[in-house]
C-alpha cells in the first residue's frame, strides 16, 4: 500500500509558493564514524564531532573570485561542436516523428537541448527545442505518442534548476513553468510519460526523492519515503504502463555502491511503495527500465559468473515492478567479432520499446563496435549483429526497430561528443547515414605544482589509433609553466617548457617541493629491469641556474611509490608506501628523509596493521612536530592515522578523533601556528585542525554533494579546490580559511556546474585548474579576501 504521510501538492499556473524552502540539516554523528544505517526514528549515536554550526557548511550566498583567464595552450578546448545523447530513442506515431534527444555546445559555449526528428527513421534533422535559453542544459527526451518532454537540470545564474519543455508533434516545443520550490529544490535526471502525464524525478540535497505530475496546467508533486542521513540514494530510471509507475534507484552507504531498489506507484505516481529489493549484489549494473504492454523490463549487466571480475549483458522483468526476474541474454556468439572478453565490462544500454519488442545496444570499453540486442513478445533475446567500427572504442547508445528487418540506431560516446546515426540491417547489414558533432579527446591539466615560486603544469591528452577493427591508445604529456600578468602589457600565459632533467618523463607518481632559498626536489618511482622491482627515484637542484643532481639511497624495498616531499626545520622528508625486499607483505607505510636532498635513507617503517597502511601528506607546524597523514587497514577497510615525529621518535597519534570510524587522510599543510589535514570519510571530506600534533579538532564536513580537496598553504591563510552545492548557489569554489577553523566556499566564474580540480599558489593569490566544459581551463586570482561573510558557516 501507499506510505501515509506523503506529501502532495498541486500547483496550477501562474506559480505560488507552496511550501518552505527545507535547508539542509545535519545529524549529529562521529566525525569519522563508520557509515553505518539507521532508521530514522533510532536515538543519534553519541557524538565526538563539532557543532553542526561549525561543522558543515550552511547554505550562503556564494562571493565569486575576481580571476584573470589564463591564456592556455588549444589542445585543452574543443575544436568543434559537441553531441551527447540523452535519455530515450522514441517510435513514430500517427502525429509524431521518430525523435532523440541530444544535448550539443558549440565550441566554448554551454550545452543546449536538441531533438533531432526523422520521419522515415533515416534522414535527422535538429530542432532546436528553446533558440533563446542561454544556460547550460544536460537532459534528455521521454514521450509517447500523446505528449514528449525533455526534462533535465539547468545551471542558471550561478544554480541548478529543473527544467521541462513539452510537446505533442515534437517539432514544436514551450517550456512548462515548474513551481519554484520543486525546480530549485530537486534536481530532475529522468523521466516517463503515461497518457498525457509527463512524470519526473528528482533528487533533493535533503535526500528526498521528488516526482512531479504535469498534466496541462496542473502540477502536482509529492515525495518518496525519506532516507537516514547516513544513506545516499541515486535516480536510474522510471518507467510507467497505465497508471502503474516504476522508479529504479541506487541505495547504499554514502561513499558506497550501494544495491538497487525500485519504488512503485499504482495512481500515476501520486503515491509510492517501497523500497523493493532488486537483487542483494553491489556488482550489478541497471542501465535503463522500459514498459513493455503490462511489463516491465530492465537492462544492465551482472557479474561474468565464469570470471571473477567484469560483466555481461543482463536484463530483469517485473509485472508490477516490485518483484524481479532475471532473464537469459545469451552472449554473442563465439564466431561474432563482438566479443565478451574475461575482466571487460560488456553491459546492455538503455532500452527502447516499440509495440511489444524492446531494443538495447551492448558495449565494452575492449571494442570498436557496438552489438544489438532484441527481446520479443514472449521473452526471448536475440543477438542481432554488430556496428562497423567507431572512432572510439566503448561504444554505446540506444537502438529501435523501424520493420522486422531494419533498425534505427544512434552511437556514441560521451566522453568524444560524437553521436553517429546508422541503420542496422538483417545479418551485418550496417548502414551510416549521418555524423553529429565531432570526436575530439580534449586535453586536461592533470596536475599543478608550485615550485620556487614557479607555477608548473602537466597536460594529459589521450590518443586513440585506429587500424581497422583494432585500436590503442597513447598518452601524451606536456609540461607547461605559468608566466606574466606582471604588467598589462604582460599577459598571463601556460607556456610549453621542456623537462628538465628529462629523465623526468619517466617518473610515476611525481612530487616536487622546494624550499626559500630555491633548493627544488622532485622525486618518484620508476621500474627497473636490473632489479626488477619498483624503485624511487629522483632529482636535487641546489638553485634555479644549478644543475640537477640525482638523489641517492631509499633502501632495499620491492615496492615503493611516493605521495608527498617537505622540508622541515631538521631535514627533507618523503612519505609513500613500500615493501620488504621479499615482496611478501603487503605495501607500509614508509617515511624517507635527507639532510642535504642529495643522499636518502628510509627512517622509518609506519606500519600500524598487519595489513597494510598508506601515507599521503607530510608537513611541519613551525619549528614543531612532523606530521604524517595516511590510513591503515583493518578489515578490509581504511582507518585514518596520523604519526608524529618528535623528541621521542615516531609514535601514532592517539586523539579521541581519530579512535574510530573509517576513512583516509589524504592531505596535510600548515603555517607557523597550526597544520590543516583533510580527510575523507563515507562521502564526505572533513577537516582536521591541531596546534601541536597532540590534540586535533573537527572543524568542517562538506554538506551532501559538494566537495573539497586537499587544502594548501597560501599568502594569508589556506585554500582548497572543490564543488558547493546548495538549493541557492552551486559549482566550482576554491574554499578559503586564514587558519583552517572556518571555511569559506568562493565561486569561481563558470559556464556550467562542475568543480575546481586543483589550486596552487601563485605570488600573492592562487592559480586555479578545472575542465574546459566547466569553465576557462586555468585561471589566477591576483588577490585573496579571508574576511567572513555574512552568512557564517
Known sequence: MAHPGHANRTHHAPPNRLKARRHFAVLAAALLAASCASTPDEAPEAS?????ETTEAQPVELRELNSVPVDVPGSLFRAGEFAGRGLDLLPPSENAPYAVA?????????????????????????????????????????????????????????????????????????????????ANEFRVVTGTVTATKIITAGNSLDKEIGVAIVEGDSIEYTLLPGIPDREQRLIVDMAAHGDTVVLIAQRGDEGAAGTFVSYTSSDAG???????????????????????????????GTLNPQAERGQVPAAWSSGDGAEWNAETVPAPPAESVFYVAEGVDTTLGRPSARGGDLFAVASNNDSLRAGFYHRTADGQWFFNGVSEPMDFPGVGGVVLGMNPEQRAVLLGSFAVGEVVMGVKGPGEEWREVQRVGTSEQVAQVEDIVSA???????????????????????????????????????????????????EVAGLIGGVVSSTDADEIIALGSQFSLESNRIEARGWFQPANDQPWIPVEGFGAVADASLAAVTRTDEAWYAVGTSTGPEADQPPTATVWSSPDGRGWTMEQILGGSDEGSAASAVCQIGGGPVLVAGSTLDGGASVPAIWRKDTDGWTRATADILGSGQGELTGCAASDEEAV????????????????????????????????????????????????????ASGPVVWLSEHGARWEPWRVPSRSDGLVRAVQPFRDGIAITMDSEVGHPVQVVEQLDFAPNGGGE
Open 677 to 728: 589535514l583533510s580527510a575523507t570519510t563515507g562521502g564526505r571530506n572533513i577537516v582536521l585542525r591541531t596546534e601541536d600534533g597532540i590534540e586535533f579538532e573537527g572543524t568542517f564536513r562538506t554538506g551532501f554533494g559538494a566537495t573539497m580537496r586537499e587544502p594548501v598553504r597560501v599568502a594569508g591563510g589556506f585554500a582548497a579546490a572543490g564543488r558547493y552545492t546548495s538549493n541557492e
Open 48 to 52: 565526538t564531532e563539532p557543532t553542526t
Open 452 to 502: 620556487a615560486g614557479r607555477v608548473l603544469a602537466t597536460t594529459l591528452q589521450v590518443r586513440y589509433e585506429i587500424d581497422g577493427a583494432d585500436f590503442s591508445s597513447s598518452e601524451q604529456r606536456d609540461l607547461l609553466e605559468l608566466r606574466g600578468g606582471t604588467a598589462p602589457e604582460d599577459p598571463l600565459v601556460l607556456a610549453p617548457i621542456t623537462l628538465d632533467p628529462p
Open 102 to 182: 541530444l544535448n550539443m555546445a558549440a565550441p566554448g559555449r554551454s550545452t543546449r537541448p536538441v531533438v533531432w526528428v526523422a520521419d522515415n527513421g533515416e534522414a535527422w534533422t535538429p530542432v532546436e527545442v528553446a533558440p533563446d535559453y542561454p544556460h547550460a542544459f544536460s537532459g534528455g527526451l521521454v514521450g509517447n505518442e500523446a505528449v514528449s518532454a525533455v526534462v533535465g537540470t539547468a545551471f542558471e545564474e550561478g544554480s541548478l534548476v529543473s527544467r521541462i519543455w513539452r510537446s505533442t508533434d515534437r517539432r514544436g516545443w514551450s517550456a512548462v513553468p515548474l513551481p519554484p520550490e520543486y
Open 270 to 300: 501520486s503515491t509510492w511503495d517501497g523500497p523493493h529489493p532488486i537483487g542483494s549484489s553491489n556488482e550489478m549494473v541497471i542501465s535503463g527500465v522500459e514498459s513493455i504492454g503490462d511489463q516491465f523490463v530492465m537492462t544492465g
